[in-house]
């Protein structure tokens, strides 16, 4: 089973920038898909950004297109979801999950422990 551990959580003012990472260990014999989620009190968990294919394509929510930037760093096995553009609407918290890449769709199977992201006004 793969672990996962996020950081780079913090509070921040509208309009800043955070950068998340996902540190990914344990070794698997299945070709793995991961993503970015988020929750917010009382609201369901949403995709903010997807890897998938062999990291040949990235999927982003609607809400963070052209403010949220998804990448790989294969020798650390890390990912990192780079946020700019920051607003209130983005707090949450912020997980990864990992699992295994189905052709059609990611099975996740696990997931980190979520770092908390808040954008104040």
């Known amino acids: 089973r793969v672990q996962l551990v996020e950081s780079g959580g913090g509070s921040v003012q509208t309009g800043g920038s955070l950068r998340l990472s996902c540190a990914a260990s344990?070794?698997?014999?299945?070709?793995?898909?991961m993503g970015w989620f988020r929750q917010a009190p009382g609201k369901e968990r949403e995709g903010v950004a997807y890897?998938?294919?062999?990291?040949?394509?990235?999927w982003y929510g609607d809400s963070v297109k052209g403010r949220f930037t998804l990448s790989q760093d294969n020798a650390n096995n890390t990912m990192y979801l780079q946020m700019n553009s920051l607003k209130p609407e983005d707090t949450a918290v912020y997980s990864c999950?990992?699992?295994?890449?189905?052709?059609?769709?990611?099975?996740?199977?696990?997931w980190g422990q979520g770092t908390q992201v808040t954008v104040s006004s």
């Open positions: 999950a990992a699992g295994v890449d189905m052709g059609w769709g990611c099975d996740y199977k696990s």
């Open positions: 344990g070794a698997s014999g299945y070709i793995m898909c």
């Open positions: 890897i998938y294919n062999g990291g040949r394509r990235i």
